[in-house]
């Protein structure tokens, strides 16, 4: 069973800093990585990261966040900086690893970013 676990979120001024970690129960993830869901928005996708280190963002945080992983401890980080309110939301790890003949994705439970004004 695939165990993810996040930590690293909290209540943050606009303009602050926060860094996410997540953990992973498994090893070599193709992708590891950071989706968002702010409350009646639909869930976007953050970043990313392979295996390699190939990274994609979303257009909203490119030169505020950045992800790396960690593949001997098998945890990704995501680094926010410059917060705005608007990345007030959930934000929930996931990995995507090949499990029973296919490319599955695998979530954790997600932790709470809230960013006041």
């Known amino acids: 069973q695939v165990q993810l676990v996040e930590s690293g979120g909290g209540l943050v001024q606009a303009g602050g800093s926060l860094r996410l970690s997540c953990a992973a129960s498994?090893?070599?993830?193709?992708?590891m990585g950071w989706y968002r869901q702010a409350p009646g928005k639909q869930r976007e996708l953050v970043a990313r990261?392979?295996?390699?280190?190939?990274?994609n963002y979303a257009d909203s945080v490119k030169g505020r966040f950045t992800i790396s992983r960690d593949n001997a401890k098998n945890t990704v980080y995501l680094q926010m900086n410059s917060l705005k309110p608007e990345d007030t939301a959930v934000y929930s790890c996931?990995?995507?690893?090949?499990?029973?003949?296919?490319?599955?994705?695998?979530w954790g439970k997600g932790t709470l970013v809230t960013v006041s004004s």
């Open positions: 996931y990995v995507n690893l090949w499990a029973a003949s296919e490319w599955r994705d695998y």
């Open positions: 990261i392979t295996t390699g280190g190939s990274t």
């Open positions: 498994v090893v070599s993830a193709r992708y």
